[in-house]
């Protein structure tokens, strides 16, 4: 058994560090963190919003719903306008789907509009064609914008078939600089931790570039090329590390038990570059949403000291907020300090 680890960066202090399944089942009846945990009760939801989260639901369905009304709440109390874009880093991958469905729905019940928001995507592979249906322009397209209102000139995705491929990088970088930087930054990660496909052993201050994929991923992703590793490409273009971490929010969305560990390298341990999610410790306002899956490889104190916030977290997603006129929670109703 390994010994445990220090507190990650923006833990609360004595938050706890990491245990088997078994281990929280033979703790299920101690008390586990019940002082931090009192502490957090009693924070105002303002001081909450500006520490690391960590949002833990019973279900991929109920962690995608979330996810996707706290997108939806934080656009509407932007205000978003012509003069005023809301900013809005999006990820590709199995994770999102559930949560794109959602943002779809509230679109077409006339909730929320993207006609102001301006979308940067995280990565795309290197020599797919855009028109490949594995390719991330396509995922995009079939799978999220052309079921909403967004301006396709203000959905930027990286061309991996661009002449000059770092020239293509360095203006991405350009153009969400130009955009006024991302207002909120969604991902998802791999097993192995890694964010975007800045694989394990990237550098943590990495900007968008061209990365060869490590072995992992390509197997990950095999099953989206029929299974044959042959197909699958082996670069890809990528915004870095660093790139997220200028975000103002950040959102990581974390499901199912083949990704429990690297949660746990991501909640409960340092800073590593071997497991570059980890590095969202050390952003002011990082939020992991999980399904119950996720957390089986945290320790039991660690899942009750968040599960204890839930009812704090609950309220940035509650009430769902609304563009039509006349609903509760709508927009004209909000009050921004």
């Known amino acids: 058994m390994r010994p445990p680890p220090p507190p990650a960066s923006g833990c609360a202090s004595g938050s706890p560090a990491r245990g088997r399944v078994a281990r929280r089942l033979r703790g299920a009846g101690r008390s586990g963190g019940g002082g931090a945990g009192r502490a957090g009760l009693n924070l105002s939801w303002k001081l909450c919003i500006t520490i ?3 949002v833990i639901l019973d ?3 109920l962690a995608s719903e979330w996810a996707a009304k706290y997108i939806c709440n934080r656009i509407i109390q932007f205000k978003p306008g012509k003069d005023r874009y809301f900013t809005l880093g999006l990820p590709t991958g199995s994770t ?5 469905k959602k943002l779809i729905e509230y679109h077409k019940n006339g909730f929320l509009s993207f006609k102001y928001v301006k979308t ?14 594995e390719s991330y322009h396509s995922y995009m397209w079939n799978n999220f914008f052309k079921h909403i209102d967004i301006d396709p000139n203000n959905a930027h995705i990286l061309d991996g078939n661009a002449a000059d491929l770092q020239a293509e990088c360095d203006a991405f ?5 130009e955009a006024g930087g991302i207002d909120l930054f969604v991902g998802g990660i791999g097993p192995d931790g890694h964010i975007a496909f800045n694989e394990p052993g990237s550098s943590l201050v990495s900007r968008t570039r061209l990365k060869t994929l490590a072995m992992d991923t390509i197997l990950a992703n095999a099953k989206y090329f029929d299974g044959d590793l042959s197909k699958v490409p082996t670069m890809a273009l990528t915004v870095g590390v660093g790139t ?9 969305l974390i499901t199912g038990a083949h990704k429990a560990f690297a949660l746990y390298k991501a909640i409960e341990e340092g800073v590593n570059h071997m497991w570059t999610v980890s590095a969202f410790q050390q952003h002011p306002q990082t ?15 660690t899942v009750k000291y968040f599960k204890g916030l839930m009812h704090v977290h609950n309220k940035l997603v509650d009430p769902l907020y609304s563009m039509k006129e006349g609903t509760e ?5 909000i009050l921004l300090e």
């Not at 999102?96 to 794109?100: A, I, N, Q, S």
């Not at 995507?121 to 064609?129: H, I, K, Q």
């Not at 971490?245 to 990581?252: G, K, N, P, S």
């Not at 939020?287 to 039991?300: G, K, P, S």
């Open 52 to 54: 690391m989260r960590l």
């Open 59 to 61: 279900n991929y369905d």
């Open 96 to 100: 999102p789907l559930g949560c794109y």
């Open 120 to 133: 940067f995507n995280m990565d795309e592979y290197v020599g797919l064609p855009r028109q490949h249906p």
């Open 173 to 177: 970088e350009d153009k969400i600089k």
């Open 244 to 252: 997220v971490m200028d975000a103002r929010e950040v959102m990581i």
């Open 287 to 301: 939020i992991f949403v999980c399904d119950e899956d996720a957390t089986l490889e945290l320790r039991v104190k």
């Open 329 to 333: 929670g709508d927009w004209s109703k």
